[in-house]
């Protein structure tokens, strides 16, 4: 299988740096001009985040499987994102397979469907992201099959266009997705917003008004 172009892993370590910040997902989103943010009913169901590299994974609509062929492209700090056609009712995504992907390094899995487990997933501190959670399982177990999965190809998850290889920035507020190629131009900018956003907390803790907010920062 050939790898994916995956970005400078200095890049990477810079995103997560930056992305220590108070809700990091906004951040990068304001920064390119509020797009690459997916569907707000993506949601962790219990407070994680995680900022790595795509690998992307695609599901046969209405008939899906594990996604378990990811393990064997995943590399560590990636972020699996799966498009699972946004079915809420099968889950692909359970505790048993949180933890083969955390020994495999993977940073958390998105999840344009639905996940279960979310007691295991949670206790393993795996970050899961998901439109739902569900009992219901896929065929896999009991068919045994799981040759219908695509790797690395674009997909729309939350109604965004993913590569593999583009950045994840996901939290307890949203997912927001960075294009590989502006990766290096959205690090600075978020980071000179996430620098800004922390010296207008400490001068609201200053008691600054607004109007004075406004005219040191330009925006509140």
Same mark, same amino acid.
């Given at each position: ?45 219990? !407070? ?147 620098? !800004? ?24």
């Amino acid at each position: 299988m050939s790898q994916p172009h995956r970005p400078a892993a200095e890049l990477v370590a810079r995103a997560r740096e930056i992305a220590r910040c108070y809700s990091a997902s906004c951040v990068f989103a304001d920064v390119q001009g509020r797009a690459g943010v997916m569907h707000s009913s993506i949601k962790p169901p219990y !407070r994680a985040k995680a900022v790595g590299s795509a690998l992307t994974v695609r599901l046969l609509p209405g008939d899906l499987q594990d996604p378990l062929a990811a393990l064997h492209a995943a590399q560590a700090g990636d972020v699996v994102v799966i498009d699972a056609g946004g079915e809420t009712e099968t889950s692909v995504f359970g505790g048993l397979m949180g933890s083969l992907f955390k020994n495999c390094g993977v940073a958390g899995a998105v999840i344009d469907g639905a996940c279960r487990d979310t007691d295991e997933l949670r206790d393993l501190e795996f970050a899961i992201f998901s439109r739902a959670v569900t009992a219901r399982g896929t065929h896999t177990m009991f068919s045994g099959r799981k040759n219908d999965v695509e790797l690395h190809v674009p997909i729309s998850v939350g109604g965004v266009v993913v590569h593999s290889g583009d950045l994840i920035v996901a939290d307890e507020v949203g997912i927001t997705v960075v294009p590989s190629a502006r990766l290096p131009q959205v690090l600075e900018a978020a980071a000179e917003q996430a620098a !800004r956003e922390e010296q207008t907390r400490a001068r609201i803790r200053e008691g600054r008004s607004f109007e004075e907010l406004l005219t040191e920062f330009g925006r509140i």
